[in-house]
């Protein structure tokens, strides 16, 4: 397939590659590091991906063989599903968060989920009705597919406020975790460009949940990482999904407000009756028949939203006839 490519600041491209889902696009960005290539985030690993990918490379006048550096800003499949694979043909050096290395050998030992009681203790704790839905739906299509072929372990780690030094240019490393919890966006302080991957998307909030295994306010580490962002100074933000855009403060903003209004409006609902977690969803996404993806990103984004009411202390929780209930103090 041929690649879309972007030159978006001097020797930085922004490379389209197909998704098999929604969003359809993910944004990865090859460097020229001036004897050195770096990706910043790879894509799925479908053959049109990897085509779309191979040609990108020749339209900028490298090869895939000839990428020296993959970092991933977080383990997600669109992200850093195709890093072994480029690591195989190229023998490049790839980099990712601790946690983040984490989440990709839980994704990659992940049975279904009735086999694993803390899920589904978990499901059930927040009312999340897994008798209406079929369990086995729950797995991602790709899990357990070659769609996935994540390194299981990378070259080294990223850490905040490291700079990695390739060719030469100083990449930055900020974590922000939230949507991820080793999520990372790579700051070009020369330049100021900000790659943020899905930190700061232009038009979409990202998902931010709570599930069993990961970190418990998760809403609250966003928040911070937004404020956290800010303190830099950038004229060019490259996100993971949609366009490239300018005020990096202004969206940050943006996305903290987005969150505090969902928050208020659930505090709203749980201030007469203490409810679970699933019921407040119901209400602030509707409860019609949709797909058990969307009803579980519904639950567990208005979970994370009670739990972040918890610790600011405007909400408390109480475990009743085996259901966490919620209730506004
Ligand atoms: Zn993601």
């Known amino acids: 397939m041929p690649a879309k490519v972007a030159e978006v600041h ?107 009681p803390d899920a589904m203790a978990f499901f059930q704790t927040h009312g999340f009705p897994v008798d209406k839905y079929p369990i086995e739906g729950m797995r991602p299509t790709w899990m357990g597919t070659d769609q996935y072929n994540p390194v299981p372990t990378p070259d080294r780690y990223l850490n905040d406020g490291d700079v990695v030094m390739i060719g030469d240019r100083e990449l930055e ?16 302080r020369k330049e100021k460009v900000l790659i943020v991957g899905d930190h700061l998307l232009p038009k979409i909030t990202p998902h931010v949940g709570v599930y069993p295994s990961g970190p418990t306010n998760p809403l609250g580490d966003f928040i911070n990482s937004q404020l956290k962002v800010q303190r830099f100074d950038v004229e060019h933000v490259l996100p993971a999904h949609g366009a490239v855009y300018h005020d990096h403060r202004h969206r940050a903003n943006q996305l903290i407000e987005h969150h505090r209004y969902r928050e208020a409006e659930m505090l709203d609902l749980v201030r007469r009756k203490p409810q679970c977690a699933y019921e407040v969803a119901s209400q602030i996404f509707g409860d019609e028949e949709r797909p058990i993806f969307h009803v579980m990103a519904a639950t567990f984004e208005t979970l994370a939203h009670l739990e972040l009411a918890c610790v600011e202390g405007r909400a408390k929780k109480k475990v009743e006839n085996g259901r966490t209930l919620f209730q506004t103090v």
């Open 10 to 116: 001097s020797g930085i491209y922004e490379v389209f590659l197909p998704l098999p889902m929604r969003p359809t696009i993910v944004n990865v960005y090859l460097i020229d590091c001036h004897g050195a290539w770096a990706l910043i985030d790879t894509g799925m690993n479908t053959a049109d991906s990897v085509a779309t990918l191979e040609d990108a490379c020749r339209q900028v006048g490298t090869r895939l063989e000839d990428i020296n550096v993959v970092i991933g800003t977080h383990h997600h499949v669109d992200h850093f599903g195709t890093s072994a694979t480029i690591k195989k043909r190229s023998g490049a050096t790839t980099l990712l968060h601790r946690l983040e290395q984490e989440r990709v050998n839980r994704m990659l030992t992940l049975g279904p989920p009735s086999q694993n």
């Open 173 to 188: 490393i900020i974590w922000t975790p939230g949507h991820a919890p080793g999520h990372c966006v790579i700051y070009l």
